[in-house]
């Protein structure tokens, strides 16, 4: 009832830039957080940034002042901006999302996630 959509990722050289988006669509009356998280191989799912409807943003240490989260709330759109790629922020990134649809229920949807390779 609820879908994410992520584009974006891809192949880039160390110190390069990607930007990830992430579409969400279906009954939703209204989102109150998005974020991104990343799994590399090996490794559990980590939080990479969150941003509330309000603007608040938060960030992994990891990627503090490389990365930028946005948010378009009407059009239902997040980004991530990632700049200063490192090697290791190689991973599949995946979007996030919780709100609430017109059936008057709390949802939290994933996207299918989108690989990031950094080479060096």
């Known amino acids: 009832q609820v879908q994410l959509v992520e584009s974006g990722g891809g192949l880039v050289q160390a110190g390069g830039s990607l930007r990830l988006s992430c579409a969400a669509s279906?009954?939703?009356?209204?989102?109150?957080?998005m974020a991104w998280y990343r799994q590399g191989p090996g490794n559990q799912r980590e939080l990479v940034a969150v941003?509330?409807?309000?603007?608040?943003?938060k960030y992994a240490d990891s990627v503090k002042d490389r990365f930028t989260i946005s948010m378009d709330n009407a059009k239902k759109l997040v980004y991530l901006q990632m700049n200063n790629l490192k090697p290791e922020d190689s991973a599949v990134y995946y979007c996030?999302?919780?709100?609430?649809?017109?059936?008057?229920?709390?949802?939290?949807?994933w996207g299918q996630g989108t690989q990031v390779t950094v080479s060096s």
């Open positions: 996030n999302a919780m709100g609430i649809t017109y059936l008057k229920k709390d949802f939290a949807s």
């Open positions: 941003i509330q409807s309000g603007g608040s943003t």
């Open positions: 279906g009954i939703i009356v209204s989102i109150n957080v």
